[in-house]
């Protein structure tokens, strides 16, 4: 199994991003799917998720209303397109899959099987 994220970068305060998660290795159309984060000298922070069936998709207050989460159904891949980004969203973003047992599982890294290598992102003020 291979996760391979793509679309980080270095952009300004209120700049946008797209990152997108490629699983590969096996059908994961029964897993969720989704993102966390972890900013420099802190700990790894819930991002966003998705239901393997599609709903709910979860977010973190932090976020809601500025980064959207997309997955077409059943399918390996998942984007999240971030907007008004602010200095505080910097840190690597890690796409996980997984089968988080109960919804609240979504917002815990436990709920995931399998991580990805990471991509950058930084915002400037």
């Known amino acids: 199994v291979h996760l391979e994220e793509s679309g980080g970068g270095a952009v300004q305060a209120g700049a946008s991003l797209r990152l997108t998660c490629e699983a590969s290795?096996?059908?994961?159309?029964?897993?969720?799917m989704g993102w966390f984060r972890q900013p420099p000298g802190k700990e790894r922070e819930f991002v966003a998720a998705?239901?393997?069936?599609?709903?709910?998709?979860f977010y973190s207050d932090s976020v809601k209303g500025r980064f959207t989460l997309g997955r077409k159904s059943a399918s390996n891949t998942v984007s999240l397109q971030m907007n008004s980004l602010k200095p505080e969203d910097t840190g690597v973003y890690y796409c996980?899959?997984?089968?988080?047992?109960?919804?609240?599982?979504?917002?815990?890294?436990?709920?995931?099987?399998?991580w990805g290598q990471g991509t950058q992102v930084t915002v400037s003020a």
């Open positions: 998705v239901h393997w069936r599609g709903l709910p998709i």
């Open positions: 290795g096996r059908s994961f159309a029964t897993f969720g």
């Open positions: 996980v899959v997984g089968r988080p047992d109960t919804n609240d599982d979504y917002y815990l890294q436990r709920g995931y099987d399998y």
